[in-house]
């Protein structure tokens, strides 16, 4: 009865779409309010073809993240899977968010005092290190990340905040609105080794583990003939080499920038931002 209720696919298949209307209403919404402050553009604030590109690809990789045959191999059959699903998240969709979305269209938001005080204070570089990394580890404590499973839910939870968290994290490196500013060059790649570290560690506790820490998975149907532990041990690898080695090309790239360009106009113009005067 319990493996009937927690594992409900009992055969997996890429082809196969599980639509959640949740996420759907959801995407939705935010396409709709995207396309109707498009049209009230003004002149010099045009959104070219590859941001809503950008935009429309975020909103893209969260649909086929939590959609389809990455959510069901997820939440039924692999912790590896799970992982996948969360690199995509947290590493693909924010800094296609980020950059789709232009800081006119936030601008406004700004403009209540409440707001504009909380927003200034977690996106500055520590609050977004700190949050992003405390939601990581707090959602892989075993009991934590067996009741997300156990639980829709808290599961919808989970994801919100870990998608909200991967926001706030890439915030200091590609900040689009002049008044949160992103950090200069030689500060995103301090941030980028520092951000390495605590999910490397996090890995690490995953990978090295000589037991089954997440047992949602040991009663899962057994795909691509991985044993639990096999499976854990994958997903822990898979957490530390692709999102260690991201930021890595992340710090080569910038130091690139740097070492070509001299200064980081971008980060300098926003710190010097003035509002236009009409």
Known sequence: MVYALLHPFTQFSWLKWSI???????????AAIYLIRSRQAGPDDRLSGMRKLSFF????????????PIHDLSDNYLFSG?????????????PLLIVGVPGWMLRPLLRNRAVSAVARRVTRPISCFMIFNVVIAAWHIPALYNAAMENHDIHIVEHLMFMSAAVLMWWPLISQLPELPRLSYPGQMLYCFLMSIPMSVIAVYITMADSVLYPFYSSAPRIMKLSPMEDQLLGGLIMWIPGGLLFMVIMSVVFFKW??????????????WKPRTA
């Open 20 to 30: 959640h209307p949740s996420t759907v209403v959801g995407l939705a919404v935010l």
């Open 57 to 68: 690809a975020a909103l893209f990789v969260i649909f086929a993240s939590l959609n389809g």
């Open 259 to 272: 070492s070509t360009r001299g200064e980081d106009d971008a980060a300098a113009a926003q710190v010097d």
């Open 82 to 94: 799970h992982m996948v699903q969360h690199l995509l998240l947290t590493m693909l969709m924010p």
